[in-house]
């Protein structure tokens, strides 16, 4: 019924050929493209390496804390740090972000709050992006969000605005209609956004080469006349270069940009479920974990002399009580508010909402419902 | 006391002088959808306004409900005021997602970080010969939806004045259009902006016997069944909604409790159409002073016939004439 990549057609060379997987530093952290040699330096290094910890530390508690019944389902993105922090540290601070549920990593780099875990705890408060910031609450439906995001892009290229949009999106939203139709509408009014795709080559347990039978997602680009960009999704320095051009493109008034990041996930799409029934998960993790974002980042200062162990000692230090903190304040917080129910639904509300609100309160009160 | 000066116009001339109106008005304000540009819409609801807006105000999209209304949310999250013309509204299934997941949740799951003020015009209903799947009312699947308000004119005047209103609403607002009047007749409109208050129905005709109730092109029928039941000597209150979401129970509850019985005319299918919810109104604020069970006169829970047979789906002013009987004689 599929054909597996192995046996496809011998033009899908050429696209291999058309979209390499550009890399800077390879998986053992050798610099294998120098041309932006001149801007990496030691504090984005070490900013880099500090933050995809803190995500993966981050990542860890959450599902321990799932595992514990202290949170709900969780997804995790462990082996994705370098795809959403990456590109979350080129954005400036009022560009726009569409992320799905799965991008906590990239929305807390943007400067979103760890108070977003609480959404895995049934809390809508973990929606809501801090005072300034353009993080629109993670897309739940897939590649609902691309053509929102299209169209604030559209807004800011209206308003003559510099601000850039990025969207975030697996590799199973390339099967939806909105996905092709974001990309479209994206391309035709030259809208300022990057459509920055994780392959993380399983749609829950479907592989890609089940999703889809072209070998790239970065070639769906062609089709819309747009920049299509393959970069090794666990490179940092490629993720976050690529995604800088494509943001200055943006900026520029030169149209989107999608970028296909092929990275990895350990886990499970969420605590929910078990991937042992559809890949042979320690093999794959095993291949894969030679390729860490994390590992990979660590060899190259190393052989830079950007690495110090007591930097890192000092740091991870920080990291452990940053997100301890973030934890104990996520467990103290109030009761939820049953009045959050119905207050956002209108800027005014209408009178069902405002009768049932009512109704509702006084039976919780003890008193009559009508 | 000044004068404002009127101009007679069709329902549809109504729309574009109030999509005009608002262009000038308010900076903001995006018109867009299938040829809505050069063509000025396939009902000419949005002609000339390009011409004099430009291709920035007034834009034709790629052939996409879903990417019409998906970039609409996200141009109105973004700070614009964008109308989105979907060219029947039969047509605007592979939207529903959209308004569903994104505009019509945004304010509430981001706690009023970001809203969603835009607009979505849909011409709909039977009764112009129009091909299949163009001639639905599936008004009930979006009163049905949390978070977007619902309107329906069934008059120039009114179409105006809803349509500002809609546009300047802070929330999504489904303003539906009906095809059969679009044309039909002409009203006196008053130039520049007014508004008709969302949520307010309006008492047509004042009678005494029975209380007829509809919206967009059921209206002229109830109103041919009233004239129709004086000459048989009973008289009829006529109500037109207007604003299906949230629907205006007080002029529902004080037209019943002086008739005492009721008779509902939608065109839409009546399992789960909006005929029930109106009938719950009723229960809850008149139904001791029912004198008789309240009848509904709908299409049938069948999809609108192709037109050969439409005039069979339809409510009429004599189905709904046999209704009122019904009621009366109960």
Same mark, same amino acid.
């Given at each position: ?6 046996? =496809?057609?011998? @033009? ?37 390496? =500090? ?128 996905? @092709? ?114 590992? =990979? ?74 | ?16 002088? #109030? ?52 970039? &609409? ?36 799951? &981001? ?25 639905? &009312? ?8 949390? #978070? ?58 004042? #009678? ?123």
């Amino acid at each position: 019924m599929h054909t597996p990549i192995e046996n =496809r057609n011998t @033009h899908q060379q050429d696209i291999t050929e058309q979209f390499p997987m550009k890399q800077i530093i390879d998986s053992e952290g050798n610099l294998v493209d120098d041309t932006y040699r001149n801007e990496i330096n030691i504090e984005d290094c070490r900013k880099f390496y =500090r933050q995809m910890l803190c995500m993966r530390t981050f990542d860890q508690k959450a599902i321990n804390l799932q595992r514990q019944g202290r949170i709900g389902t969780y997804p995790g993105f462990n082996g994705q740090e370098a795809a959403q922090v990456g590109s979350a540290l080129a954005l400036r601070e009022d560009d726009w972000m569409f992320p799905t549920y799965r991008d906590h990593a990239a929305s807390i780099t943007f400067g979103g709050s760890y108070a977003i875990i609480s959404t895995w705890k049934g809390r809508v408060e973990g929606n809501r992006p801090p005072e300034g910031r353009n993080i629109v609450p993670p897309s739940v439906p897939i590649a609902t969000q691309l053509p929102l995001a299209t169209g604030a892009a559209m807004a800011s290229r209206y308003r003559e605005s510099s601000q850039a949009v990025i969207a975030y999106f697996g590799d199973g939203a390339t099967s939806e209609g909105d996905f @092709h139709e974001g990309m479209n509408f994206a391309s035709v009014f030259k809208a300022p956004v990057v459509f920055f795709n994780q392959n993380n080559r399983y749609a829950i347990s479907v592989p890609v080469w089940k999703q889809m039978n072209s070998e790239t997602i970065a070639q769906k680009a062609v089709a819309y006349g747009m920049p299509g960009v393959r970069v090794d999704g666990n490179d940092i320095f490629a993720v976050h270069h690529e995604t800088m051009k494509a943001l200055e493109r943006a900026r520029n008034g030169e149209g989107p940009t999608l970028i296909e990041a092929v990275t990895w996930r350990y886990g499970a799409h969420t605590t929910a479920d078990d991937p042992t029934k559809y890949r042979d998960n320690e093999t794959e993790n095993r291949k894969n974990l030679l390729n860490d974002p994390l590992s =990979r980042l660590e060899a190259f200062m190393k052989s830079e002399g950007y690495w110090d162990a007591q930097w890192a000692e000092d740091f991870e230090k920080d990291i452990k009580s940053e997100i301890d903190e973030a934890v104990k304040e996520m467990e103290s917080m109030p009761e939820p508010d049953v009045n959050d129910i119905y207050d956002h639904m209108f800027e005014s509300p209408t009178w069902p909402i405002e009768e049932q609100k009512k109704a509702y309160m006084e039976y919780l009160k003890g008193g009559s419902e009508k | 006391m000044t004068t404002v000066k009127t101009n007679s116009m069709t329902p549809v001339q109504a729309i574009n002088d #109030g999509l005009r109106t608002m262009l000038q008005e308010r900076e903001e304000m995006v018109v867009l959808g299938e040829d809505v540009g050069i063509n000025g819409g396939v009902f000419r609801a949005t002609d000339g306004l390009q011409e004099s807006f430009g291709e920035d105000r007034v834009f034709d999209t790629p052939l996409s409900e879903s990417g019409i209304i998906g970039t &609409s949310i996200g141009m109105a999250m973004n700070g614009m005021l964008p109308v989105a013309e979907i060219q029947f509204f039969g047509f605007i299934y592979p939207a529903y997602e959209q308004v569903m997941t994104h505009a019509t949740r945004m304010r509430y799951r &981001s706690m009023g970080a970001f809203t969603v003020p835009m607009v979505i015009r849909a011409p709909y209903g039977a009764g112009v010969r129009a091909p299949e799947i163009h001639s639905d &009312s599936m008004e009930a699947l979006f009163t049905h939806m949390p #978070g977007i308000k619902v309107v329906c004119p069934s008059n120039a005047y009114d179409a105006k004045g809803l349509l500002i209103s809609a546009i300047e609403d802070p929330d999504p607002v489904l303003f539906l259009e009906p095809l059969k009047l679009y044309r039909a007749y002409k009203d006196e409109v008053p130039e520049g902006k007014y508004e008709v208050e969302i949520g307010k129905g309006e008492l047509l005709v004042e #009678g005494e016997d029975v209380t007829l109730i509809a919206w967009g092109a059921m209206v002229p029928v109830i109103k041919k069944a009233a004239q129709l039941a004086e000459e048989k000597g009973i008289t009829c209150d006529v109500i037109d909604l207007r604003t299906l979401s949230p629907i205006d129970k007080d002029i529902i509850a004080a037209s019943v409790q002086k008739t005492n019985r009721c008779v509902i005319v939608h065109e839409a299918q009546s399992t789960g159409g909006l005929g029930n919810d109106i009938i719950s109104i009723v229960n809850d604020t008149s139904f001791l002073y029912l004198k008789s069970p309240i009848e509904r006169v709908t299409g049938a829970d069948v999809h609108v016939p192709f037109w050969a047979l439409e005039e069979h789906f339809l409510p009429t002013p004599e189905r709904t004439l046999h209704a009122v009987q019904k009621v009366m004689d109960f």
